[in-house]
Structure formats: structure tokens, C-alpha cells
């Protein structure tokens, strides 16, 4: 079974930047796409991010490109979001996700089978 665990979450204001980490276990971790969604209460979980097992290929929603960075570290089985000039309207809990399958990526959130418990990112206007 593999755990994710998102830590750096806060309040920010806009123009700020946060800097999200998201260590998972397991053996496999270069192998798979993690990703990033986010979602607000009485809404559907959205797409942020993505990033393939050897850290070449990344997708980005529209809503971020330009402003937020993902990246990994495989010798340390962490995924990295960097976000820079936030914006209100980015306010969401931020949970980060493992690929079901190996050697793919997808920006759909009902082919991740693993999830961390989420971290509140809140931007203040």
C-alpha cells in the first residue's frame, strides 16, 4: 500500500508563493506519474498537474500555467509544487496522487489510485 503525505500548505497572499512537498512510500515511485488536483467544498476535484516517472514530461492546467512548477526528486520519493503569484481563486485543499499504472501519465483523477490527505492552500486578496 502506498502512503502520500503533503505537508506545506498555509495562508498567502496574492502575489505569494508556496512551495508544496508530497513524500510517498513504495518501491515503485520513479516509475509512476504523480500528480496534483485540487478541489473547494461542493466542487469536483480539478486537474493542477502532472508529471511523468523520469521528470521529463509535466501537463499543466491553463489555469497555472506560467505560475506553478511541479517536479520530483526520485531519490527521495517526493513530488515538488512550486507555486508563485498566487491568486485567490487558487484557494483549494491540494492533494497529490500516484498514477495506478506504471511507464504512463494522465491528467484524469480516476486513473490515480493513491492519495495523500490533502493541505489547505488559502490566498488572501
Known amino acids: 500500500q502506498v502512503q502520500l503525505v503533503e505537508s506545506g500548505g498555509g495562508l498567502v497572499q496574492a502575489g505569494g508563493s508556496l512551495r508544496l512537498s508530497c513524500a510517498a512510500s513504495?518501491?515503485?515511485?520513479?516509475?509512476?506519474?504523480m500528480a496534483w488536483f485540487r478541489q473547494n467544498p461542493g466542487q469536483e476535484r480539478e486537474f493542477v498537474t502532472a508529471?511523468?516517472?523520469?521528470?521529463?514530461?509535466?501537463y499543466y492546467a491553463d489555469a497555472v500555467k506560467g505560475r506553478f512548477t511541479i517536479s520530483r526528486d526520485n531519490a527521495k520519493n517526493t513530488v515538488y509544487l512550486q507555486m508563485n503569484s498566487l491568486k485567490p481563486e487558487d484557494t483549494a485543499v491540494y492533494y497529490c496522487a500516484q498514477h495506478r499504472a506504471q511507464w504512463t501519465i494522465s491528467t484524469t483523477a480516476a486513473l490515480y489510485a493513491y492519495w495523500g490527505q490533502g493541505t489547505q492552500v488559502t490566498v488572501s486578496s
Open positions: 508529471i511523468d516517472g523520469s521528470g521529463v514530461t509535466t
Open positions: 513504495g518501491r515503485t515511485f520513479s516509475t509512476r506519474a
